[in-house]
């Protein structure tokens, strides 16, 4: 059919999602603040399924949402609109976990940790690169305190590392300090 578009509302639904918790925390606000905030009832576990994608917002609530934020819903749909039309939806990104070990930089600690214990189990029970779906995305950028446009982005910008084994007595652990960048 000539000038259909395929929408894939489910990654559609979190990048909308995502501007919603963007909006919310940009104004320093917990689910609970907005839920006060907001002219009917709803449940914070419903507030957190529009912001994870997971539950379909109708136009009015979006809209009850938005005005509730002091954001005009015209403005948050068009950064929606643009994030998924934009080329920026990401279902699943690559992740070298070596790469991860090798990256220094603090607000990123809990995601090398995470990458380090995986990488130390027995050899051949862990690859080296895994791939995070979008809602392992989202849980390692609330825990590491960052946007998930930014954790994407920053995972894309690491440089792959050259594996050198280092001497130690636990064969099966690599050091972080073994690991160098290429």
């Known amino acids: 059919m000539e000038g259909y578009v395929?929408?894939?509302t489910a990654a559609y639904r979190r990048i909308l999602g995502d501007e919603i918790r963007r909006?919310?925390?940009?104004?320093?606000?917990?689910?609970?603040?907005?839920q006060e905030r907001l002219q009917t009832e709803i449940s914070q576990?419903?507030?957190?399924?529009?912001?994870?994608?997971?539950?379909?917002?109708?136009?009015?609530?979006?809209?009850e949402i938005c005005l509730a934020l002091g954001e005009p819903p015209q403005e948050l749909m068009v950064?929606?609109?643009?994030?998924?039309f934009g080329g920026t939806v990401v279902d699943r990104i690559r992740v070298d976990l070596r790469s991860v070990v090798a990256e220094r930089s603090t607000d990123l600690l809990p995601l090398r940790r995470w990458a380090f214990e995986l990488l130390a189990r027995p050899t051949g029970s862990t690859p080296a690169e895994v791939y995070l779906d979008h809602s392992a995305i989202e849980r390692?950028?609330?825990?590491?305190g960052i946007d998930n446009t930014d954790l994407v982005a920053r995972l894309?910008?690491?440089?792959p590392v050259e594996?050198?084994?280092?001497?130690?007595?636990?064969?099966?652990?690599?050091?972080?300090?073994?690991?160098t960048r290429r």
């Open 6 to 8: 395929r929408v894939n």
């Open 23 to 34: 909006s919310r925390k940009q104004r320093g606000w917990t689910r609970k603040d907005l």
């Open 45 to 63: 576990q419903t507030l957190a399924a529009y912001e994870l994608g997971t539950r379909q917002c109708s136009v009015l609530r979006l809209a």
């Open 79 to 84: 950064r929606v609109h643009n994030r998924f």
């Open 140 to 144: 390692m950028a609330e825990l590491c």
């Open 156 to 159: 894309r910008a690491l440089r």
């Open 163 to 179: 594996l050198v084994r280092a001497k130690t007595d636990d064969h099966d652990r690599v050091p972080t300090d073994a690991l």
